[in-house]
């Protein structure tokens, strides 16, 4: 547990200002761009005074949002999202303050699975809708089974392939969420549906939008209009395996586009390549990782793959703490180029997917992939690394 | 700890007979190779029979053997080199039928420390040996010393610079070490000097040696004579980062070259591409890895290289368990290549090498590298992770 909330902030306003001369202004909104002026508008929360700020080289950096469906009473007390670090400190607060007796997460993704596993950690039953049959979409529906499992060990109910039509309320508060196959009582619901990028303000300057309606960027992350830019959660992305428009919004993702945007805006020519798709996250003990193309994708793609599942040890099968590692890779049929990989497994795992991010942005096959000469002793891994286990299996598929 | 020897065993003659109708003669010794007449010289021990035996194609897989330099009584009783099982089980039965006062390690690479490590573990003090100013050779200067500090924290007490010079001994076994600056006093000697490949038999049979006197191979591990293969720790590689002929005496690499060779004789025309020399080990938690050029390998292939140190924590700076974490990376001065990298640090900081061994085989320039979409989440990383840190330092210098 992290002791202190302020050990989760990376840099106050006036580190900021000491360190890197950056000036924040903190409680100001942008409330729109003038492109044709070069300027923005800028409301000041405290005294709602606003004003004209010019601008030489403007950079949005707007963010994402998380996705409130307009279900009936969506907006009742106790019902949260989690996007901010104000928002985990105000639903800490609530549950310190008054203990709920059930929980419900909707959504089974990364945020919804870690919320469900915190609210368990504190004692809170833990109730799970997910409207898909699976958890975790972007994973294939069998490796996601096994996320299934692990999550239901830790003692979270699971309702998948159920939809949440509303909620019902007491006095202004949450005490149960409907679906399309029942009810479930609830002080606490934590939405986990995903983010959207923050492109209203985009959108209404007349800068064109791509992906999902992120802020269309080209590779130097200049947007569709002259002098500004976008870069992170609000921003599109190249995917490198299909080379096409993509929307990421994670945390790595955004810090490199943030880097290269202000390279490109300091007059350093710099291209942000791509992004993989690649995520890893754990539930209890277990640690999942995906990167590229799954099966659902390549086939949205018009790619025909093969895919091999491995089970393994983490470490020689002899040595005290290997556990088990089931490894999903993914190959085009016909140029055995690598496309993706997926990864559940105990500790020492999630972070095996690095060197199937490498080999895919390399475009390598199964083939050069199978050869890597990937560090090998009985404490680490077996003498056949999992990874390449599965390569070995999937180049018969190819 | 690692319950019975018998789990050490991969697999008995008798289960290569069963599941893979493979027919194992233990005890049986090839004397003499006669390729032009297509047969081999086999000795029974058991009761020193001879015979000669045809065959149409032959793999020479007879390994390496741990080296035992000419010194001065150096076999004396008491005095250990570590290769087969057979010597491990030797080397415990002795510790625990008359435990040693003091032990003395010679040599300071992988063997050596891990030996030096589980003496210290079963109470014996334990002084280390090496000629070299710094242990693990196969590291920069710096990053070694890193190991050293590990060693030395684990009671390890370590004199580097120094060389063996033979042994003092009474009634027949070891009593003392002696070196070219002093004597020390030890009943159980273990010798880590490394390993050469077993290729007298190829030698003198006419089949040509390369790197080391190793046996050469080509890219389908055919040895310059018909019909003659080989494959593991008796062959030649080709290094991938320089092209080269290289030798490299480890597991991994001989297992996937058994498999390559085993595809070749059965018609399945596959090439083995090469060793990145990829290397991992642990000093009590400290894990260490390496993979492809260190600044003196670098310089002995006449490559200019630029090098980046960077001190990082292997999960989010916040996220309980976080440890300290060196990376070392280089790159060719010019073209920007990525050509090795070199990495101490605490629990999961080892496996990080192997997105840096796919870089290097795949040829990708530190700028490749440094967009690569690694995974990240808090309990796994920093939003970048500390090998790209590392390349965004290095960046700068390439």
Redesign the interface.
Known sequence: ??DETR??IARTPEEFKVRQNIIVYPGHEVTAVEPASGRIRVLRREDGEEWWEPYDQLLLATGASPIRPPLPNIDAHGIYTVNSLADGIALRAAIDARPPHRALVVGGG?IGLEMAENLIRVGIPVDLVEQSPQLMTSLDPDMAGLVARAAESLGISLHLGEAVTGFEVIHGAVSAVLTDRGSYPAELVVLGLGVQPNSDLARAAGIPLGAKESIRVDPYLRTGIENIWAAGDCAQSRH?VTGRPTWVA????A??MG?VAGLNIAGVRTA???????????VGTV?I?R?GLSTEEAAAEGLLVASSTTTAKTRA????GAERITVKLFAEVGTGRMVGGQIVGGQ?S??????V???I??R?TVD??L???????P???P???PVLVAA?QLLHQV
């Open positions: 547990m992290v050990h989760l990364y490198v994670l945390g790595t993702v810090n490199k880097r942000f390549p791509g992004v993989a798709g690649t995520a890893i996250t754990k640690e990782a990167t099968g002899y040595y005290p020492g999630g972070k095996r997917i690095d060197p991010v490498a080999a942005t390399a390598m050069d992939f050869h890597l000469d990937l560090a090998y002793a404490p680490f891994s003498t056949w690394d070995r």
